[in-house]
């Protein structure tokens, strides 16, 4: 079983920047994907990034592609989400995740962490 707690948000004005990390634990994740999903108000869950575990595999959304960074840190078995120029619409609960190498869906979750971008 695989453990994920984020922490990082927090309110920031707009064209600021944050790091979102992605503490897991459990099991090694040698061969996981991890990703980063993120849910605003009245809106259904939506991708934002996601890197296999050796950072060799990396994707991005287009809506945030040039300004969110994914990375991950095997030695801490972390990953980061590297935020920058945030925008009002950025504003969302965002989720850690993690799906083995095998699966095709997401199936291992955080409990999510608030940002808030203001004008």
């Known amino acids: 079983q695989v453990q994920l707690v984020e922490s990082g948000g927090e309110l920031v004005q707009a064209g600021g920047s944050l790091r979102l990390s992605c503490a897991a634990s459990g099991r090694t994740l040698r061969n996981y994907f991890m990703g980063w999903f993120r849910r605003s108000p009245g809106k259904e869950r939506e991708f934002v990034a996601e890197t296999s575990w050796n950072g060799a595999i990396v994707s991005h959304a287009d809506s945030v592609k040039g300004r969110f960074t994914i990375s991950p840190d095997n030695a801490k078995n972390t990953v980061y989400l590297q935020m920058d120029s945030l925008k009002p619409e950025d504003t969302a609960v965002y989720y850690c995740?993690?799906?083995?190498?095998?699966?095709?869906?997401?199936?291992?979750w955080g409990q999510g962490t608030q940002v808030t971008v203001s004008l």
């Open positions: 995740a993690a799906r083995s190498r095998y699966e095709s869906e997401y199936s291992h």
